[in-house]
């Protein structure tokens, strides 16, 4: 299969930086500073979202005859959750904007390549 341009953008990780840093506080203290409160499982709850949207979207793809490797829902859920986290490291650690960028394209960049592999694209 052809991949995708969606594989070779990087706007996808520029926009998720902006959003965060435009509300650098927010998401610290949601992601980091939430324990004991109703969003102690924010993070959780938004890998669980996006590995529904994604196992959903691959069994879409099977039906119309497009090939796509199996994959176990607790390995994606594992992948999800580590790619997620990995992101987050940059709020977690205060990096400056910049940083923030160059650092979250280095982990778009290590995940893409793996979700090409396992996911079969």
Request: aromatic share 16%.
């Amino acid at each position: 299969m052809k991949h995708s341009k969606h594989w070779e953008d990087d706007v996808q990780i520029r926009t998720m930086v902006d959003i965060i840093y435009a509300h650098f506080d927010e998401h610290k203290l949601l992601f980091f500073g939430s324990k004991g409160t109703k969003y102690e499982d924010f993070l959780h709850d938004i890998v669980v979202k996006v590995q529904t949207y994604t196992l959903n979207f691959m069994q879409e793809l099977k039906e119309k005859g497009v090939p796509v490797n199996d994959v176990d829902e607790k390995d994606m859920h594992l992948l999800l959750s580590a790619q997620y986290t990995a992101t987050l490291e940059m709020v977690k650690h205060d990096f400056p904007y910049e940083e923030a960028l160059r650092y979250a394209g280095t982990v778009e960049y290590f995940f893409r390549e793996g979700w090409r592999k396992y996911l079969g694209f």
